[in-house]
């Protein structure tokens, strides 16, 4: 209808001699509308109004057969912008109409609540599509519903005092050591006695020489050989602190030294690397690993504008990576590995997104000791423009050296196009004072995305390079030691004897037909698991042996991370395992006091929020 009217009113604009008329004439029919006459009304009028205007000749739209003595042309012309311009305002105008006709029918109130509703509705269906992409139905649901029994008091108070039992369990009676323990200062300073307090309390650390997973690497006791000189380099130097440059320039010349003799061995000298790679010391892996995820998220943000960064994680990844997740608002999607143990690219690239800033790969992985493939992950980083971090805080003291004994390694490091970051601990492998890592990068561009600079401090102007302000001058020095004393010669010499004794340790295992290998190990750590008994029952047999192994999950298993500590008790330990192993399959169930019945339950219990509580109980009672 209201096309209709529109119509009548150009035919009569573009036939009216009069200008004058055709503008009283649209004049009146818009006060009309402003009355908020409708469409018909306003054509009913319509004659009326017309019949006012005399100035105008032919107010009647013509006949269908003109007269015989006329001629008529028909104008096929496009219709004039003004005509276009009064179609289109009549369209508007009457959606207007019909939108304001339709939102009568609402109260103000509910015109004003029902967009906030809907913004408040949308987020929450984001956030919980949100949370099913990233938890899965299944764990959504069963966390839902222990949150709502947990409402009930009763319930709540049940399910916290079975927790409060396993973590008392977890502690082996840890609770009741803290009893006695100091808690303020004696009155009377006990002087160069407190020496001798500190060997009584000594005394109480359980047996470590060769009988823990890793822990300890450096061979012998802490009072002889690498270990002695380490100390007195750390006694040297314990009162240095490098945040002070200009004071204690020796430490800072330690500290490069040290990055720089570490970069030589992953690839700095090699034309591929670019010739540019630098780092920092840091007090250990999870401090290199957070400080290269800070680092890649703020180069993203700068290089690509990512605002709200992801990164994608093999499952076997350190939880160093979660923490750092925490610590910086990154969303973590955490990649199951594929039927090798491997990192699965194709299975990361899936996840890959706008806002994906990093990928990671290790060298190797600390569960398994299982190189992920690091090529194919750093063409899938450069095809896309990302980061790739590559973990080498197990690996970055042996692997260079076991390709140079002709062990099979394959490529890891800044050798690799597409790796913008490496995590190296010194305090492993390369047989340092604890507390001692690296983080390396393949340019200054990236690094200068982890220095901290502050301007407007009242303090005056300040700058630091890592999370840490102050730092520990004497352990940076006993890690420059440590590297200077063994050099290439001596690195070699560990690697060749750690090499050999994890291959004699696989190829006892293997004798063991109850157990078997998780996957093919590329390094010192082999993990093992079993089909036909319980290996955390294994595991509690070898720890009343005295032996300290990591205890897996997904598949259950243990591990053994090799070290020069386990050299001349091997064979030891081969005979151990074999007994242990015997006396389950022969005697199966938990024994007393040993935490099997506690890791299995946790790996099969669905709620992992429940579990997630149980740690932070236990780590909140134990420290």
């Known amino acids: 209808m209201r096309d209709s009217l529109s119509s009548q009113l150009i035919f009569i604009g573009c036939n009216c001699p009069s200008v004058s008329a055709f503008r009283v004439l649209r004049g009146d029919v818009k006060r009309m509308r402003r009355r908020g006459d409708s469409s018909l009304s306003v054509e009913r009028e319509l004659p009326r109004h017309l019949s006012k205007t005399a100035t105008c000749s032919s107010f009647n739209v013509p006949s269908s057969s003109p007269p015989a003595s006329t001629t008529t042309t028909i104008d096929e012309s496009p219709p004039s912008p003004s005509a276009a311009a009064a179609a289109m305002a009549s369209l508007v105008l009457g959606l207007r109409a019909s939108a304001n006709s339709f939102l009568s029918r609402y109260e103000p109130v509910a015109l004003l609540l029902a967009p906030l509703l809907a913004v408040l509705a949308a987020r929450a269906v984001r956030s919980f599509v949100g949370i099913l992409q990233e938890r899965g139905l299944k764990a959504t649901a069963i966390g839902f519903f222990m949150s709502c029994i947990k409402l009930v008091p009763a319930v709540k108070s049940y399910i916290d005092a079975e927790k409060q039992k396993v973590v008392d369990q977890l502690q082996s009676g840890g609770q009741s050591k803290r009893k006695g323990w100091r808690t303020e200062l004696p009155r009377s300073g006990v002087g160069n006695g407190v020496i001798d307090i500190m060997k009584e309390e000594k005394k109480n650390d359980v047996v470590w020489q060769g009988k823990c997973s890793g822990t300890v690497y450096i061979r012998g006791s802490e009072c002889e050989g690498h270990f002695s000189l380490i100390n007195e380099a750390c006694s040297m130097f314990a009162h240095t602190n490098p945040l002070h440059l200009d004071v204690f320039q020796s430490v800072v010349r330690f500290e490069a030294e040290v990055v720089a003799m570490t970069a030589a061995l992953l690839g700095s000298k090699e034309k591929v690397s670019g010739g540019q790679i630098c780092g920092n010391m840091t007090s250990g892996g999870t401090e290199s690993i957070l400080l290269a995820v800070k680092t890649s998220r703020d180069y993203m943000r700068a290089k690509k504008g990512i605002t709200s960064p992801e990164m994608i994680i093999p499952e076997s990844a350190h939880s160093a990576y979660d923490k750092a997740a925490q610590y910086f608002n990154i969303k973590l999607w955490r990649v199951p590995v594929n039927k090798e143990f491997r990192a699965d690219v194709k299975a990361i690239k899936r996840y890959i997104n706008r806002n994906t800033i990093l990928i990671v790969g290790s060298a190797p992985g600390f569960p398994h000791g299982i190189i992920d493939p690091i090529e194919e992950l750093g063409e899938l980083a450069s095809s896309f423009n990302i980061c790739l971090h590559v973990d080498l805080c197990l690996g970055g003291f042996v692997l260079p050296f076991a390709r140079k004994l002709g062990y099979p390694v394959p490529p890891f490091d800044f050798s690799v196009e597409g790796v913008t970051s490496i995590s190296v601990d010194v305090h492993k492998y390369g047989l340092a004072p604890k507390g001692t890592s690296t983080v390396l990068y393949r340019n200054h561009d990236i690094r200068k995305h982890q220095f901290v600079a502050v301007t407007e401090w009242s303090g005056g102007l300040y700058v630091s390079p ?41 190829r006892g295992i293997k004798e063991i037909p109850e157990i078997f290998i998780i996957g093919r190990p590329d390094m010192t750590i082999i993990a093992f698991g079993s089909n036909v008994i319980d290996i955390f029952e294994v595991n509690d047999i070898l720890s009343s042996k005295g032996w300290h192994l990591n205890a897996l999950q997904r598949p259950n298993s243990i591990h053994i991370c090799v070290t020069l500590q386990h050299v001349p008790v091997v064979e030891d330990f081969l005979k151990d395992l074999k007994e242990s192993v015997n006396t389950v399959k022969e005697n199966p169930g938990p024994i007393s006091g040993g935490k099997a019945p506690i890791y299995g339950a946790a790996g099969k219990m669905p709620d992992r929020g429940t579990v997630q509580e149980l740690l932070v109980n236990f780590m909140d009672s134990a420290c």
Do not use: D, Q
């Not at 001058?473 to 200077?484: K, N, T, Y």
């Not at 004393?485 to 010499?493: A, D, H, T, V």
């Open 466 to 506: 890592t999370m840490a302000g102050s730092r520990p001058g004497g352990l940076i020095a006993g890690a420059w030691a440590a590297m200077m004393s063994l050099g290439e010669e001596g690195y070699l010499e560990n690697t060749k004897e750690i090499m050999e004794v994890s291959k004699k340790i696989e």
